[in-house]
Protein backbone atom coordinates (compact mmCIF):
# COMPACT_ATOMS: atom_id res chain seq x y z
CA UNK A 1 0.00 0.00 0.00
CA UNK A 2 2.93 2.04 1.14
CA UNK A 3 4.77 1.11 -2.30
CA UNK A 4 2.09 2.14 -4.31
CA UNK A 5 1.30 5.59 -2.48
CA UNK A 6 4.74 6.82 -3.35
CA UNK A 7 5.10 5.81 -6.68
CA UNK A 8 1.97 7.49 -7.76
CA UNK A 9 2.83 10.63 -6.26
CA UNK A 10 6.55 10.27 -7.96
CA UNK A 11 4.59 9.54 -11.29
CA UNK A 12 2.72 13.41 -10.22
CA UNK A 13 5.85 15.38 -11.11
CA UNK A 14 6.50 14.29 -14.76
CA UNK A 15 3.15 14.79 -15.08
CA UNK A 16 2.83 17.92 -13.63
CA UNK A 17 5.98 19.46 -15.26
CA UNK A 18 4.78 17.99 -18.62
CA UNK A 19 1.43 19.83 -17.92
CA UNK A 20 2.96 23.20 -17.31
CA UNK A 21 5.04 23.32 -20.12
CA UNK A 22 2.30 22.20 -23.11
CA UNK A 23 -0.30 24.64 -21.22
CA UNK A 24 1.98 27.68 -21.08
CA UNK A 25 2.54 27.26 -24.64
CA UNK A 26 -0.75 26.62 -25.54
CA UNK A 27 -2.04 29.88 -23.62
CA UNK A 28 0.32 31.90 -25.20
CA UNK A 29 -0.55 30.97 -28.27
CA UNK A 30 -4.39 32.46 -28.27
CA UNK A 31 -5.44 35.32 -29.89
CA UNK A 32 -5.31 38.51 -28.05
CA UNK A 33 -3.84 38.93 -24.41
CA UNK A 34 -4.65 39.97 -20.74
CA UNK A 35 -3.64 43.43 -22.15
CA UNK A 36 -6.97 43.48 -25.13
CA UNK A 37 -9.03 41.38 -22.82
CA UNK A 38 -8.57 44.09 -19.85
CA UNK A 39 -8.48 47.22 -22.13
CA UNK A 40 -11.20 46.52 -24.87
CA UNK A 41 -11.83 48.14 -28.22
CA UNK A 42 -11.05 51.63 -26.58
CA UNK A 43 -7.50 50.73 -25.11
CA UNK A 44 -5.24 52.22 -27.20
CA UNK A 45 -1.45 50.94 -28.70
CA UNK A 46 0.27 52.69 -26.07
CA UNK A 47 -1.90 51.60 -23.06
CA UNK A 48 -1.43 47.98 -24.48
CA UNK A 49 2.07 48.25 -24.75
CA UNK A 50 2.53 49.58 -21.02
CA UNK A 51 0.07 46.45 -19.55
CA UNK A 52 2.07 44.42 -21.29
CA UNK A 53 5.63 45.83 -19.95
CA UNK A 54 4.31 45.86 -16.55
CA UNK A 55 2.84 42.07 -16.62
CA UNK A 56 6.40 41.04 -18.09
CA UNK A 57 4.39 40.01 -21.87
CA UNK A 58 7.14 41.42 -23.67
CA UNK A 59 9.92 39.04 -22.36
CA UNK A 60 10.66 35.43 -24.17
CA UNK A 61 8.04 33.05 -23.49
CA UNK A 62 10.80 30.53 -21.72
CA UNK A 63 11.35 33.61 -19.88
CA UNK A 64 8.21 34.14 -18.47
CA UNK A 65 7.67 30.31 -17.82
CA UNK A 66 10.83 30.41 -15.94
CA UNK A 67 9.88 32.99 -14.15
CA UNK A 68 6.16 31.09 -13.16
CA UNK A 69 8.11 28.28 -12.36
CA UNK A 70 10.39 29.50 -9.95
CA UNK A 71 7.27 31.28 -8.32
CA UNK A 72 5.71 27.93 -8.45
CA UNK A 73 8.53 26.08 -6.25
CA UNK A 74 7.72 28.60 -3.78
CA UNK A 75 4.29 27.68 -3.58
CA UNK A 76 3.35 30.85 -5.24
CA UNK A 77 0.71 31.22 -8.26
CA UNK A 78 1.27 34.67 -9.22
CA UNK A 79 -1.59 37.44 -9.23
CA UNK A 80 -4.59 37.21 -10.88
CA UNK A 81 -4.11 40.25 -13.94
CA UNK A 82 -8.25 40.94 -12.94
CA UNK A 83 -8.68 41.26 -9.77
CA UNK A 84 -4.97 42.10 -8.80
CA UNK A 85 -5.00 39.36 -5.68
CA UNK A 86 -2.88 36.46 -5.25
CA UNK A 87 -4.04 33.43 -7.26
CA UNK A 88 -4.25 31.01 -3.85
CA UNK A 89 -6.31 33.52 -2.22
CA UNK A 90 -9.14 33.79 -4.76
CA UNK A 91 -8.94 29.72 -5.02
CA UNK A 92 -9.37 29.00 -1.37
CA UNK A 93 -12.23 31.80 -1.22
CA UNK A 94 -14.18 30.47 -3.74
CA UNK A 95 -12.95 26.73 -4.01
CA UNK A 96 -15.23 25.56 -0.61
CA UNK A 97 -18.60 26.32 -2.57
CA UNK A 98 -17.26 24.42 -5.45
CA UNK A 99 -16.61 21.42 -3.15
CA UNK A 100 -20.10 21.38 -1.12
CA UNK A 101 -21.91 21.18 -4.31
CA UNK A 102 -20.14 19.01 -5.97
CA UNK A 103 -19.94 16.42 -3.00
CA UNK A 104 -23.69 16.86 -2.18
CA UNK A 105 -24.38 15.86 -6.08
CA UNK A 106 -21.89 12.97 -6.20
CA UNK A 107 -23.17 11.52 -2.82
CA UNK A 108 -26.76 11.87 -3.97
CA UNK A 109 -25.62 10.07 -7.42
CA UNK A 110 -23.77 7.14 -5.07
CA UNK A 111 -26.79 7.13 -2.63
CA UNK A 112 -29.65 6.84 -5.53
CA UNK A 113 -27.31 5.34 -7.96
CA UNK A 114 -25.63 2.26 -6.90
CA UNK A 115 -29.00 0.96 -5.21
CA UNK A 116 -31.06 2.02 -8.17
CA UNK A 117 -28.93 0.18 -10.28
CA UNK A 118 -28.31 -3.04 -8.12
CA UNK A 119 -31.65 -3.83 -8.16
CA UNK A 120 -32.47 -2.65 -12.03
CA UNK A 121 -29.76 -6.01 -12.97
CA UNK A 122 -31.24 -8.23 -9.98
CA UNK A 123 -34.95 -7.23 -11.52
CA UNK A 124 -34.25 -7.55 -15.54
CA UNK A 125 -36.88 -6.81 -17.61
CA UNK A 126 -39.13 -5.44 -14.80
CA UNK A 127 -40.77 -2.25 -14.56
CA UNK A 128 -37.67 -1.15 -12.31
CA UNK A 129 -35.68 -1.99 -14.93
CA UNK A 130 -37.05 -0.22 -17.58
CA UNK A 131 -37.67 2.86 -15.14
CA UNK A 132 -33.91 2.69 -13.97
CA UNK A 133 -32.55 2.73 -18.10
CA UNK A 134 -35.15 5.44 -19.67
CA UNK A 135 -34.61 7.33 -16.47
CA UNK A 136 -31.06 7.38 -16.42
CA UNK A 137 -31.27 8.03 -20.37
CA UNK A 138 -33.40 10.93 -19.68
CA UNK A 139 -31.27 12.52 -17.06
CA UNK A 140 -27.78 12.27 -19.63
CA UNK A 141 -29.91 13.96 -22.04
CA UNK A 142 -31.49 16.58 -20.37
CA UNK A 143 -29.16 20.13 -19.82
CA UNK A 144 -28.00 20.71 -16.84
CA UNK A 145 -29.05 24.48 -16.65
CA UNK A 146 -32.42 23.71 -18.07
CA UNK A 147 -32.98 21.23 -15.16
CA UNK A 148 -31.92 23.40 -12.82
CA UNK A 149 -34.28 26.13 -14.37
CA UNK A 150 -37.13 23.96 -13.95
CA UNK A 151 -36.23 23.24 -10.07
CA UNK A 152 -36.10 26.12 -9.28
CA UNK A 153 -38.97 27.19 -10.98
CA UNK A 154 -41.21 24.80 -8.75
CA UNK A 155 -39.80 24.27 -5.71
CA UNK A 156 -38.12 27.80 -4.97
CA UNK A 157 -40.73 30.20 -6.77
CA UNK A 158 -43.90 28.14 -7.27
CA UNK A 159 -43.52 26.30 -3.88
CA UNK A 160 -41.09 27.69 -1.99
CA UNK A 161 -40.37 25.00 0.24
CA UNK A 162 -36.67 25.77 -0.80
CA UNK A 163 -34.31 28.77 -1.28
CA UNK A 164 -33.41 29.82 -5.20
CA UNK A 165 -29.86 31.21 -5.26
CA UNK A 166 -27.03 31.34 -2.89
CA UNK A 167 -25.13 29.74 -0.55
CA UNK A 168 -26.79 30.99 2.57
CA UNK A 169 -29.74 33.09 3.47
CA UNK A 170 -28.45 36.87 3.24
CA UNK A 171 -28.20 38.61 6.96
CA UNK A 172 -28.11 35.66 8.75
CA UNK A 173 -25.79 35.30 11.84
CA UNK A 174 -22.94 32.41 11.34
CA UNK A 175 -19.68 32.01 12.06
CA UNK A 176 -17.26 31.39 9.17
CA UNK A 177 -14.16 29.21 10.09
CA UNK A 178 -13.21 26.95 7.27
CA UNK A 179 -15.36 28.40 4.06
CA UNK A 180 -17.59 25.28 4.02
CA UNK A 181 -21.05 26.55 5.51
CA UNK A 182 -22.31 22.72 6.45
CA UNK A 183 -19.41 22.51 7.94
CA UNK A 184 -18.91 25.69 10.04
CA UNK A 185 -22.62 25.84 11.46
CA UNK A 186 -21.59 21.97 12.82
CA UNK A 187 -18.16 22.99 14.07
CA UNK A 188 -19.48 26.18 15.60
CA UNK A 189 -22.82 24.82 17.19
CA UNK A 190 -25.18 26.97 15.20
CA UNK A 191 -27.69 24.38 13.72
CA UNK A 192 -29.92 26.72 12.16
CA UNK A 193 -26.62 28.17 9.65
CA UNK A 194 -25.80 24.69 8.69
CA UNK A 195 -29.20 23.95 7.95
CA UNK A 196 -29.93 26.54 5.84
CA UNK A 197 -26.56 25.93 4.18
CA UNK A 198 -28.33 22.22 3.12
CA UNK A 199 -31.13 23.77 2.05
CA UNK A 200 -29.56 26.11 0.07
CA UNK A 201 -27.30 23.13 -1.93
CA UNK A 202 -30.40 20.76 -2.42
CA UNK A 203 -31.21 22.34 -5.60
CA UNK A 204 -27.79 23.09 -7.31
CA UNK A 205 -26.95 19.71 -6.03
CA UNK A 206 -30.03 17.74 -7.41
CA UNK A 207 -29.22 19.72 -11.03
CA UNK A 208 -25.40 18.12 -10.50
CA UNK A 209 -26.28 15.21 -10.27
CA UNK A 210 -28.28 13.93 -12.85
CA UNK A 211 -25.94 13.36 -15.20
CA UNK A 212 -23.56 11.45 -12.72
CA UNK A 213 -26.70 9.72 -11.33
CA UNK A 214 -27.11 8.42 -14.80
CA UNK A 215 -24.08 7.60 -15.92
CA UNK A 216 -23.70 5.41 -12.29
CA UNK A 217 -27.36 3.54 -12.65
CA UNK A 218 -26.11 2.46 -16.23
CA UNK A 219 -23.00 1.29 -15.12
CA UNK A 220 -23.64 -0.10 -11.68
CA UNK A 221 -26.88 -1.87 -13.91
CA UNK A 222 -23.98 -3.18 -16.59
CA UNK A 223 -21.34 -4.69 -14.12
CA UNK A 224 -23.72 -6.36 -11.87
CA UNK A 225 -25.29 -8.40 -14.62
CA UNK A 226 -21.49 -9.52 -15.76
CA UNK A 227 -20.80 -10.43 -12.30
CA UNK A 228 -24.69 -12.35 -12.25
CA UNK A 229 -23.16 -14.10 -15.54
CA UNK A 230 -20.23 -15.23 -13.72
CA UNK A 231 -19.04 -19.08 -13.25
CA UNK A 232 -18.27 -18.41 -9.17
CA UNK A 233 -21.62 -17.01 -8.21
CA UNK A 234 -23.44 -20.21 -9.69
CA UNK A 235 -20.70 -21.91 -7.88
CA UNK A 236 -21.61 -19.97 -4.78
CA UNK A 237 -25.12 -20.25 -5.07
CA UNK A 238 -25.44 -24.34 -5.70
CA UNK A 239 -23.48 -24.54 -2.74
CA UNK A 240 -26.47 -23.46 -0.93
CA UNK A 241 -25.10 -20.20 0.35
CA UNK A 242 -27.50 -17.91 1.43
CA UNK A 243 -28.78 -15.16 -0.56
CA UNK A 244 -27.62 -12.39 1.43
CA UNK A 245 -23.89 -13.41 1.47
CA UNK A 246 -23.89 -14.45 -1.97
CA UNK A 247 -24.89 -11.26 -2.89
CA UNK A 248 -22.96 -9.01 -1.19
CA UNK A 249 -19.60 -10.71 -0.97
CA UNK A 250 -19.48 -12.23 -4.55
CA UNK A 251 -21.94 -10.12 -6.54
CA UNK A 252 -21.82 -6.59 -5.24
CA UNK A 253 -18.47 -6.23 -3.93
CA UNK A 254 -16.93 -7.62 -7.44
CA UNK A 255 -19.49 -5.09 -9.36
CA UNK A 256 -18.46 -1.81 -7.44
CA UNK A 257 -14.39 -1.91 -9.02
CA UNK A 258 -15.65 -0.12 -12.40
CA UNK A 259 -17.89 1.94 -10.56
CA UNK A 260 -15.30 3.16 -7.89
CA UNK A 261 -13.22 3.82 -11.12
CA UNK A 262 -16.39 6.02 -12.40
CA UNK A 263 -17.57 7.53 -9.51
CA UNK A 264 -13.67 9.11 -8.98
CA UNK A 265 -13.63 10.68 -12.30
CA UNK A 266 -17.09 12.13 -11.65
CA UNK A 267 -16.14 13.75 -8.51
CA UNK A 268 -13.02 14.94 -10.25
CA UNK A 269 -14.95 16.73 -13.29
CA UNK A 270 -17.85 18.13 -10.90
CA UNK A 271 -14.84 19.34 -8.62
CA UNK A 272 -12.87 21.24 -11.99
CA UNK A 273 -16.12 23.83 -11.69
CA UNK A 274 -19.53 23.58 -12.11
CA UNK A 275 -19.97 26.79 -14.53
CA UNK A 276 -23.79 26.21 -15.41
CA UNK A 277 -24.90 25.07 -12.32
CA UNK A 278 -22.94 27.95 -10.41
CA UNK A 279 -24.65 30.56 -12.66
CA UNK A 280 -28.04 29.15 -12.93
CA UNK A 281 -28.14 29.05 -8.61
CA UNK A 282 -25.32 32.50 -8.35
CA UNK A 283 -23.93 29.74 -6.39
CA UNK A 284 -20.51 32.19 -6.10
CA UNK A 285 -17.95 29.13 -6.71
CA UNK A 286 -15.09 28.27 -8.95
CA UNK A 287 -16.88 28.18 -12.14
CA UNK A 288 -17.93 31.75 -12.38
CA UNK A 289 -14.84 32.42 -11.43
CA UNK A 290 -12.66 30.75 -14.32
CA UNK A 291 -15.23 31.67 -16.66
CA UNK A 292 -14.44 35.72 -16.04
CA UNK A 293 -10.45 34.35 -16.10
CA UNK A 294 -11.05 33.03 -19.73
CA UNK A 295 -12.34 36.02 -20.55
CA UNK A 296 -10.02 38.03 -19.28
CA UNK A 297 -6.84 36.40 -20.45
CA UNK A 298 -5.99 35.76 -17.05
CA UNK A 299 -2.99 33.84 -17.58
CA UNK A 300 -1.59 33.01 -13.75
CA UNK A 301 -5.54 31.94 -12.87
CA UNK A 302 -6.11 29.66 -15.29
CA UNK A 303 -2.40 28.50 -15.29
CA UNK A 304 -2.86 27.79 -11.25
CA UNK A 305 -6.42 25.96 -11.88
CA UNK A 306 -5.79 23.76 -14.35
CA UNK A 307 -2.39 22.47 -12.61
CA UNK A 308 -4.55 22.25 -9.26
CA UNK A 309 -7.12 20.40 -11.15
CA UNK A 310 -4.79 17.91 -12.41
CA UNK A 311 -3.14 17.63 -8.94
CA UNK A 312 -6.55 16.77 -8.23
CA UNK A 313 -7.38 14.26 -10.41
CA UNK A 314 -4.02 12.68 -9.52
CA UNK A 315 -5.02 12.45 -5.99
CA UNK A 316 -8.58 11.12 -6.75
CA UNK A 317 -6.83 8.56 -8.72
CA UNK A 318 -4.79 7.54 -5.57
CA UNK A 319 -7.77 7.16 -3.84
CA UNK A 320 -9.57 5.00 -6.56
CA UNK A 321 -6.60 2.90 -6.38
CA UNK A 322 -6.51 2.26 -2.52
CA UNK A 323 -10.07 1.47 -2.51
CA UNK A 324 -9.46 -1.03 -5.18
CA UNK A 325 -6.96 -2.54 -2.79
CA UNK A 326 -10.01 -2.50 0.10
CA UNK A 327 -12.23 -4.11 -2.59
CA UNK A 328 -10.33 -6.91 -4.23
CA UNK A 329 -7.50 -8.29 -2.45
CA UNK A 330 -6.33 -9.41 -5.89
CA UNK A 331 -5.28 -5.60 -6.52
CA UNK A 332 -2.78 -5.66 -2.60
CA UNK A 333 -1.45 -9.15 -3.85
CA UNK A 334 -0.33 -7.56 -7.39
Not at 60 to 78: A, E, F, I, S, T
Not at 169 to 184: H, P, S
Request: hydrophobic share 50%; net charge neutral.
Amino acid sequence: MLRLIIRRLLQLIPTLLGLSVLLFLWLHQLPGGPASALLGERGTEADRRQIEESLGLNDPVWVQYGRWMQRLVHLDLGDSVRTGRPVWEEFTQRFPATVELALSAILIAVVVGIPLGYFAARRRGSWLDVTAVSGSLIGICIPVFFLGFILRAIFAVNLGWLPSFGRQTTGINATEVTGFYVLDGLLTGEWDASWDAVEHLILPGVALASIPLAVIVRITRASVLEVLGEDYVRTAESKGLQRRVVRSRHVLRNALLPVVTTVGLLTGSLLSGAVLTESVFAFGGIGSFIKEAIDNRDYPVLMGFILFIALLYVAINLLVDLAYSLIDPRVRVN
